[in-house]
């Protein structure tokens, strides 16, 4: 079965200081990651996806980067945090499966999150 | 753009029913739903495919309707362990890559 790992669970780091989230999925091959975030009390936003090693795509403009170095490993960085960077960081996985042979569709995974305080 | 869920939040006693309408502006390919708990991460309930089709997920189903371009989940004789904030997930083209957009979450609070 597949299992999807974060860490750390929880960070809490000043303004200007650098992240790294790392993300990594287990018992699945070349699956499709993503960047979500979860500010407090809303919903969830498409920071970034990749559908293979080196290839991310941006949803949202910030100072956030992805990077998919290898085929089940995603990572998340900054060089600077803001205060606005704080949030619940989740990863999650999909691979494509098919219905009658004709419909293609994804499920959708998470990973247990990492929760980003920026003081 | 992300889908409109309604309603916002919903209390319930044990044992009764809720209905969560997840509604798109353009044409929907699948709906997914899901159930965050307070503190954790959303948890995959379902997955409705284009052409109409209904799910269950224990005492939880939903249907798709794709003329009217929504989805409701349908809460049965909800038990305590329903409370959670529920999202509806659809991708934004037909070749999204498994990409989703969410809703804003409907809060149901299932009370003894």
């Known amino acids: 079965s597949q299992t999807i790992h974060q860490w750390p669970a929880t960070l809490v780091q000043p303004v200007g200081s650098p992240l790294s989230l790392e993300c990594t999925v287990e018992?699945?091959?070349?699956?499709?990651l993503y960047w979500y975030r979860q500010a407090a009390g809303r919903g969830l936003q498409l920071l970034f996806y990749?559908?293979?090693?080196?290839?991310i795509s941006s949803e949202v403009p910030q100072n956030l980067s992805a990077s998919r170095p290898q085929d089940r490993q995603f990572i998340l960085s900054s060089k600077k945090l803001l205060l606005s960077d704080s949030g619940f960081y989740l990863c999650?996985?999909?691979?494509?499966?098919?219905?009658?042979?004709?419909?293609?569709?994804?499920?959708?995974?998470f990973g247990p999150g990492t929760r980003l305080t920026v003081t | 753009q992300q889908p409109v869920q309604s309603p916002q939040a919903v209390i319930l006693r044990e044992g009764e029913d809720a209905v969560i309408n997840c509604s798109s502006s353009?044409?929907?390919?699948?709906v997914h739903w899901y159930r965050q708990k307070h503190g954790e991460a959303p948890v995959f309930l379902m997955i409705?495919?284009?052409?109409?089709e209904q799910k269950g997920h224990d005492k939880i189903s939903a249907s798709f309707n794709e003329k009217k371009q929504q989805s409701s989940l349908y809460l049965t004789a909800s038990q305590l362990s329903y409370s959670g904030t529920y999202f509806c997930g659809i991708p934004p083209t037909t070749d999204s890559w498994g990409k989703l957009q969410f809703g804003a979450g409907t809060q149901v609070v299932v009370t003894p």
């Open positions: 353009k044409a929907l390919y699948s």
């Open positions: 990749s559908v293979g090693i080196g290839q």
């Open positions: 999650a996985w999909s691979v494509p499966r098919t219905k009658d042979s004709t419909k293609l569709y994804y499920e959708q995974y």
């Open positions: 018992g699945t091959s070349n699956p499709n």
């Open positions: 409705l495919l284009k052409g109409g």
